[in-house]
């Protein structure tokens, strides 16, 4: 049974932090390209950080949008989030999502991802 149980959403003031915390399991973790999107209301869904653990891909890459705000990483079966400095417009609901091969492959295609957790909401005001 696939499972991808994201944590540690929350309503924060801006200038403030959050880690959140994705556990998987159900699945070959480690050969999956490991990303989080987020949804704001009324907007697209965005691709901010994604990170593969084996072969092309292993380097974490962040969307210009969060570049040194927001730092992704994962070890054997989570995946994380640290956000820094947040500022309303980081208001949105996260998402963890895991595609079956390699983040140069995968990108930020939602397509592409096969697994997908529930989402954790954070507020930032």
């Known amino acids: 049974h696939v499972q991808l149980v994201e944590s540690g959403g929350d309503s924060v003031q801006p200038g403030g932090s959050l880690r959140l915390s994705c556990l998987a399991s159900?699945?070959?973790?480690?050969?999956?390209?490991m990303v989080w999107f987020r949804q704001a209301p009324g907007k697209e869904r965005e691709g901010v950080g994604r990170?593969?653990?084996?072969?092309?891909?292993?380097t974490p890459l962040h969307a210009d949008s969060v570049k040194g705000q927001f730092t992704i990483s994962r070890d054997k079966k989570t995946l994380y989030l640290q956000m820094d400095i947040l500022k309303p417009e980081d208001t949105a609901v996260y998402y963890c999502?895991?595609?079956?091969?390699?983040?140069?492959?995968?990108?930020?295609?939602?397509?592409?991802?096969?697994?997908w957790g529930q989402g954790t909401q954070v507020t930032v005001s």
């Open positions: 990170v593969g653990m084996n072969g092309a891909g292993t």
């Open positions: 159900g699945f070959t973790y480690s050969s999956y390209c």
């Open positions: 999502a895991a595609a079956p091969g390699t983040c140069l492959w995968a990108g930020y295609d939602d397509s592409k991802y096969k697994y």
